[in-house]
Structures are given as structure tokens and as C-alpha cells.
């Protein structure tokens, strides 16, 4: 049954207001980021800055160490995005394929680590990195978020193997491939758009995460983006809101820019994998 015009208009003014609702922070944050203090304390606030500035950006890097946080954040990030796809791919492939009592338990694992707050395990887990001498460190935070983001890859990697059909891999067998063979050629290949979007969940996650870091880093020359931005908020809970824009939008940008780049990417790799099958 074709869509009636009227539903169709409607889906496209539902649509349209989602993505209003969507870019409306994100466009009040360059605005709030270009505008001089004078402005930021209007009583009648505008859209479009009148007299645009780039005085909040230089106070903001003059204020805080914001490159070396962010080089803290983007080592961190694609670390730890890099680790998590790389464990979770094989072990993807095995739940997906070995339906088993060990299989089933792990995917019961998966759904019931994402339950447990942060605050419930902070204490045991600064207890472990104490002792393996990783607070403070880039390192034992990366380690931290590969952990933590490990189920919800295995979550997604799971659905992406189970879409690949079976009897490609029959069929490598029957040419005499291996099971390691068979992965690498057959299976990898159309797993690729799966990775590059689990891999990318996971670089937003750790990119974006505030707690652990918080807890875990205690120099600001280790500390990360969402912990340097904290600190443009006072004592008293007053933000500097011209610096704190101009900083969470240089923020923001690593994460648009990525997505775009690995956007193309994931819907190249789907429709290669749809010519495979």
C-alpha cells in the first residue's frame, strides 16, 4: 500500500522537528561561543552574534590547558575504541556461532554489566589500578573504558556476524579453507561496516566520559577534555559561559569530524557486503 501524500508530509514535518530539537543545543553552543561578554549578558538574547569574537576562545586556551587535554582524549579514545573492536570481533564471531550454555551465559553477562552503575564499582576498581600502579595514568583509563565498552561491542558485533549468512562459510569449507582462513577472507570483509560502527560508539563513549576520568586522573596535564571543561564552572557554580561554549564546541568537533569521515565508510562496506552475499 503506497504512503498517502498527507502521511508522507507528515513523517517529513516529524522529521524536520526532530532535527530541530537535535541542532538547537548544537547551534546556541557557536553562537554562545562567538558572542563578547557584554552580549552573554543581555537580557535580550539573539541568535546571530552582533559584534562576533574570538575572545572566548583565546581566553579559554589561556585559561585552561585545552590542546593537551584534548590530545589526552583523542589518545585515550581511539585507544581504547581500537582494543575493544579488536577483542570483540573474535569473540563476536564465537557467540554468534557456537550457540551454547557458555554462549548464552556470556550474552547474559553482557546484558546485566551494562545495569551496574559507575559508583557501585569506582571503589573496587581504584582499589585494582592502585595496585597495578595505573591511577593517574593514560593507560590505566584506557583500560577502564576498554572494559566498560567491551559488552555493548559484543552486543553489536553479535547481530552484525549473525546477519552474515552461514552458508558463506559452507561453502569456504568445501573449498578447503580453514576456520582462520575462512574469517579473515569470507567473514571480516563483510564484518567491516559492523566494526567501523562499533568502533566508533566506543571512540564517542570514551571521548565523552567524564566520571572515571574524573576519579582517575588527578594532574591536569593527564586529565581530559570533559574533566578541563568542569573547570570553567567555579566553586559556586557559576560558569564562565563565554570560554565554556568556545571549549565545548572545539570539543564537539573531533567527534563530527570522525563521524563524517567513517560515515561513507560504513554505508560503503554495507553495500559491499550486500554484493558478497
Given amino acids: 500500500m ?16 526532530y532535527l530541530v530539537f537535535l541542532a538547537f543545543p548544537f547551534l546556541w553552543l557557536i553562537s554562545t561561543a562567538f558572542k563578547p561578554a557584554k552580549e552573554l549578558g543581555s537580557l535580550d538574547p539573539t541568535w546571530i552574534p552582533e559584534n562576533p569574537t574570538l575572545q572566548n576562545f583565546r ?41 551454547n550454555r557458555l554462549a548464552k ?17 569506582i ?8 595496585n ?22 559484543l552486543w553489536m558485533l553479535v547481530g552484525y556476524v549473525r546477519a552474515v549468512p552461514a552458508e558463506l562459510e559452507e561453502a569456504a569449507a568445501v573449498d578447503g579453507a580453514g576456520k582462520l582462513r575462512t574469517f579473515l577472507s569470507v567473514v571480516a570483509p563483510l564484518l567491516a ?16 566520559e567524564f566520571f572515571f576520568a574524573l576519579v582517575l586522573l588527578k594532574t591536569p596535564e593527564k586529565q581530559t577534555l570533559p574533566v578541563i571543561l568542569n ?15 568556545a571549549a565545548a ?13 567513517i560515515q561513507k565508510r560504513i554505508t560503503g562496506g554495507m553495500l559491499a557486503g550486500a554484493v558478497k552475499s
Fill in 132 to 153: 597495578l600502579h595505573l591511577i593517574n595514568a593514560l593507560p590505566g583509563l584506557i583500560l577502564v573504558y576498554v572494559v566498560w565498552s567491551l559488552p555493548f561491542a
Fill in 193 to 208: 561496516p559492523g566494526v567501523v560502527a562499533t568502533a566508533m560508539f566506543a571512540f564517542i563513549t570514551a571521548w565523552n
Fill in 249 to 261: 564546541f572545539l570539543a564537539t568537533i573531533p567527534s563530527l569530524v570522525i563521524f563524517a569521515i
Fill in 59 to 99: 581566553q579559554a586556551f589561556d585559561e585552561q590547558p585545552l590542546f593537551q587535554a584534548g590530545l589526552n582524549s583523542l589518545i585515550v579514545a581511539l585507544s581504547a575504541a581500537l582494543v575493544a573492536v579488536v577483542i570483540a570481533t573474535p569473540m563476536a564471531y564465537v557467540m554468534a556461532r557456537h550457540r
Fill in 105 to 121: 551465559a556470556a550474552t547474559g553477562w553482557v546484558v546485566v554489566s551494562q545495569a551496574f552503575p559507575f559508583v557501585l564499582i
Fill in 231 to 245: 573547570r570553567f564552572i567555579g566553586t559556586e557554580g557559576v560558569a564562565d559561559l563565554g570560554p565554556l561554549a
Fill in 2 to 17: 503506497r504512503t498517502s501524500k498527507s502521511a508522507r508530509a507528515a513523517q517529513y514535518v516529524a522529521l524536520l522537528a
Fill in 123 to 130: 571503589i573496587p576498581l581504584f582499589l585494582i589500578l592502585k
